[in-house]
C-alpha cells in the first residue's frame, strides 16, 4: 500500500499485499462536493481483470476511515466477516490464517442485480500493514 503524491495537494491510494503481480485497488480523483460530502474513482487490477468507477461517493456518516481504523485496532483477529459499502463500492474484511485481513473490494456501477459487479482481494498484513492502509485511506479522504 501506498500513498502517492500526483500532483500539490493531491493524493491518490494504492492498496495492494506483497509481490508485484499481487491484486491491486487504486483510489484516485479526490473531490469534495461540500463538507458533508466528497467523491472519487477507483480501479481494481487482478490476473488481467480491470474495473473502474468513475464516481464513487462517500459522505461524512459512511466513515469509511472509521471502518478502516477498527480493522488496524484488531490486529489479533475477529470471526466471521465485516463489510463496509457505500452507493457502487462494498469493502469486507476478513481476518485470515498468519495474521493477515482479505480485504475484498467489489465495484458495481449501479444497484440493479443485473449491473455486472468485480471483486478483487488484497492480502494485507493485519498490524502494521493494516494501520498503513488506514493512515493512508485518512489522508486520502481528508485532502483539500
Not at 67 to 89: C, I, Q, Y
Amino acid at each position: 500500500m501506498s500513498l502517492i503524491e500526483v500532483g500539490p495537494g493531491q493524493v491518490e491510494v494504492v492498496v495492494r499485499g506483497p509481490g508485484a503481480m499481487a491484486p491491486r485497488v487504486r483510489l484516485f480523483d479526490w473531490s469534495r462536493a461540500d463538507e458533508y460530502e466528497s467523491a472519487f474513482a477507483v480501479e481494481a487490477v487482478a490476473d488481467g481483470v480491470r474495473a473502474r468507477l468513475e464516481t464513487v461517493t462517500v459522505t461524512a456518516w459512511d466513515d469509511m476511515c472509521a471502518f478502516f481504523d477498527a480493522l488496524a485496532r484488531d490486529f489479533r483477529g475477529w470471526e466471521g466477516e465485516r463489510v463496509w459499502s457505500t452507493n457502487h463500492l462494498t469493502v469486507t474484511a476478513v481476518f485470515g490464517s498468519g495474521g493477515h485481513v482479505d480485504l475484498g473490494w467489489a465495484l458495481r456501477p449501479g444497484p440493479f442485480s443485473g449491473d455486472w459487479t468485480c471483486t478483487v482481494t488484497t492480502v494485507i498484513e493485519a498490524g502494521e500493514g493494516m494501520t498503513a492502509v488506514a493512515e493512508d485511506l485518512r489522508a486520502f479522504l481528508h485532502q483539500g
